[in-house]
């Protein structure tokens, strides 16, 4: 079994998370792991940061895939005892001019970013050494989608003691309303990335909550981050941040020092603490 440090990025052969793992293969003393669901493009992009001179190691992961998850989970166990830093970067998002029903683009885009997320913590989590670093990559539209949520519904997102099985339902919740096209009259916004974000969001101050619980002595930190509107291909190429730029604040997270006792549980951007 290896003892050197090991960090995983999913969704990373392009893009933010492909910047966040060229951040950590410079900045992170230890294995570097770039994830795709598609084998072939994920050995192009360590090809492509080969040629930069970098050492990332690339692994399958499909998020979507609990089978997938449970074979990355286990080939870090075997080889590594564990694992130090978690960035969890991958999701999608449907243009605005996309035609797919309303209902079937909440439906793919929550079991994605919110469900597909979720599986993830759930199978790598535990596998967290003392003083290990997570950060869920959310967004600001989180923010503005609570925002255009019913006070109800805002009053339970904000609630410091809701649980996972209550978000997941909430989550669930939505998407069922969505498909009986009730969600607005039932207190949701129009955006089923938003409400994936605000899963996203929740489901992190939940998990540090958790880990102070179970795990205080172990020091790790979870947050939720932000990274800007970044030029991408989901985001388009009118938004005025670089990938490299949108790296900034997941990296800085992945990287706080052993000594730090924070931020945990809490939603960053531009490496600031916002008010959730």
Known sequence: MSSVPVAVVTGSNKGIGFS???DLCKQFKGDVYLTARD????????????????????????????????????????????????????????????RTPFAVQAEVTLKTNFFGTRNICTELLPLMKPYGRVVNVSSMVSMSALAGCSQELQKKFRSDTITEDELVELMTKFVEDTKKSVHEKE????????????????LSRIQARMLNEKRKDDHILLNACCPGWVRTDMAGPKAPKSPEEGAETPVYLALLPSNADGPHGQFVSEKTVRAW
């Open 187 to 202: 207190g949701w916004p129009n955006t089923a990335y938003g409400v994936s974000k605000i899963g996203v969001t929740v």
């Open 20 to 22: 966040i793992v060229r």
């Open 39 to 98: 084998p072939a493009r994920g050995q192009e992009a360590v090809a492509k940061l080969q040629e930069e001179g970098l050492h990332p190691l690339f692994h399958q992961l499909d998020i979507d895939d609990l089978q997938s998850i449970r074979a990355l989970r286990d080939f870090l166990k075997e080889k590594y005892g564990g694992l130090n830093v978690l960035v969890n970067n991958a999701g999608i998002a449907f243009k605005v001019s996309d």
